[in-house]
């Protein structure tokens, strides 16, 4: 049995976060909440989310998921954003149950970056 | 993960290696050639094995200048405080029930006291000052006609912090109080002479201090009114009051360790605060750090850190490959701030990001330089992928 809290990927993506940083000129979201900071910032090209940064305050497992979200949406539609949700990262990251809060700060990060990218959603008018 | 050979570890409050010397001395009790015979036996073996015993009590009688026979073998520290305090409150309970400790005490003494709450005895936890130190006024004030235990650490496990065990102990031995001292941080680590410190009960643990784990002593003065009730029954050794078969090996591997700490302890001493100086000398120019608890007022080998604006769990795995603790090790899973760092008034921010590094014989300069530039360089990645905060 392991006692190594953090798995590879979440030793892999803490020790190297490559989409680490913020983009001048760019859309950009902060949040804190549950003893987390998120930041975003994206550029996008024709619909596409071209370049995602993030900068994070919190344990290896939020810096280790906001280094996988950055990874998988860059070049994806940016309606996708809408449809992120933190359940598949919990899982591929094997992050604690009690830790569940503040990965939910990312997903509100992601929900803001989305609004602001594409507008308000529809039941939000 | 870092591979085994290439940890720096520096945590040797939590443990330290067997001495080679102490290991050699154990082997030759555990297997067939050497002398495994039980101690409780009377024939020839088992005479052997106590006598084994009765030198490992000298060396440990030799290191803290008492006699052998107020040396009570236990399984480790932990068993040790529960032993005194619960043993020693239950012995006095005709007397009084009021009880007096610290906040900042390890769990295996706050937890006893909790459990004798939970029995009906009534106690005092007083807060350290922010430097760690007991005010002995506010000891002083606690102090009541039905007190009957005082139970206060002499190093403690988190800052190093060192109480002056001789000041207290004689306030207890003014009132007839028994006084307990936790020395599981201390015992062979600072001179301590049991013929002249008022102290009725000391624990202690040999694994802190190059002996094995799984063994451990409870001195008991020899004097009117000081006395344990035992916790384990069955068998009638230790004079009834921990029986159970003595596991020799174990205790001979205590007996050898407390007799290199006593040949080394100033040479020890010496080399842990060349240790601390160059790590402290190396870090303290870090915007926004912090000792917890007076360094002047601490054992060399520890230095506690806290640090502004960082995570202390990122700032543990980013350490790697350095071995260190954010709290004590028997509370370390949790998530919480340290419970000793918020009785000394550290903010839950600054208390979570805490790091004890501890040092020990084996500790290089080269560790040293190497902890020096993981913590600077962890520092300043982590304060680099931070956001700022919301307005």
Not at chain 2, 149 to 166: C, F, K, P, R
Not at chain 2, 212 to 220: F, N, R
Not at chain 2, 359 to 365: H, I, L, N, Q, V
Request: with cysteine.
């Amino acid at each position: 049995m392991s006692t190594d809290p953090y798995g590879a990927r979440v030793r892999a993506l803490f020790a190297d976060p490559a989409h680490a940083g913020q983009l001048a000129n760019a859309a950009g979201v902060l949040v804190e909440d549950q003893g987390v900071r998120i930041a975003f910032s994206a550029q996008l090209a024709v619909g596409r989310v071209d370049t995602l940064r993030f900068q994070a305050w919190g344990c290896p497992h939020v810096i280790a998921a906001a280094e996988a979200f950055c990874a998988d949406y860059e070049g994806r539609s940016a309606t996708d954003l809408l449809e992120f949700s933190t359940s598949d990262l919990m899982q591929s990251l094997s992050v604690p149950v009690e830790k569940t809060g503040r990965i939910l700060v990312i997903e509100d990060a992601v929900r803001s970056l989305a609004r602001q990218i594409l507008g308000p959603t529809p039941k939000e008018h | 993960m870092a591979e085994q050979a290439d940890l720096i570890y520096l945590d040797y409050a939590a443990s330290t290696p067997v001495d080679p010397w102490v290991a050699e001395a154990m082997t030759a009790l555990m297997t067939a050639d050497g002398n495994y015979a039980n101690p409780s036996s009377t024939h020839a073996a088992g005479r052997q094995s106590v006598e084994h015993i009765a030198h490992a009590a000298r060396q440990l009688a030799t290191l803290l200048n008492t006699d052998p026979w107020q040396l009570i073998w236990t399984s480790g520290a932990t068993e040790s405080d529960n032993l005194a305090i619960l043993g020693g409150a239950h012995y006095r309970q005709e007397r009084g029930r009021h009880l007096v400790t610290m906040r900042t005490e390890h769990k295996a003494v706050t937890d006893a006291f909790t459990e004798l709450e939970r029995q009906g005895y009534s106690v005092t936890w007083l807060n350290p000052e922010p430097n760690g130190l007991l005010d002995i006024a506010k000891l002083e004030e606690a102090l009541r006609d039905d007190t009957q235990l005082v139970s206060i650490m002499h190093i403690n496990n988190e800052t190093g912090v060192v109480q002056d065990i001789a000041q207290i102990g004689a306030i207890c031995r003014d009132r007839d109080i028994l006084f307990h001292v936790d020395a599981a941080q201390s015992a062979g680590k600072l001179p301590i002479d049991l013929s002249t410190l008022p102290v009725d009960l000391m624990s202690m643990t040999a694994h802190k201090v190059y002996g094995p784990k799984g063994i451990g002593a409870l001195y008991v003065a020899e004097r009117p009114g000081v006395h344990v009730d035992p916790l384990f029954f069955g068998g009638g050794q230790q004079r009834k009051l921990r029986p159970g078969t003595l596991p020799a090996q174990q205790i001979v591997g205590f007996g050898a360790a407390a007799a290199i700490a006593q040949s080394r302890m100033i040479h020890d001493l010496k080399h842990l605060n060349a240790m601390r100086e160059r790590l402290w000398s190396g870090i303290r120019d870090i915007p926004g750090i912090s000792t917890n608890g007076a360094i002047e007022s601490a054992f060399p080998g520890i230095l506690n850190v806290s640090i502004e604006d960082i995570e202390g769990e990122s700032l543990l795995l980013a350490l790697e490959p350095l071995c260190v603790a954010t709290g004590s090790a028997c509370n370390s899973k949790s998530q919480e701030p340290s419970y000793v760092l918020r009785a000394l008034g550290t903010s839950d921010a600054l208390a979570q990001s805490a790091i004890r590094f501890s040092f020990g014989r084996p500790t290089s300069a080269s560790d040293i330089d190497i902890a020096i530039e993981c913590y600077r360089n962890s520092v300043a990645r982590l304060r680099s992928l931070a956001p700022g905060r919301v307005e």
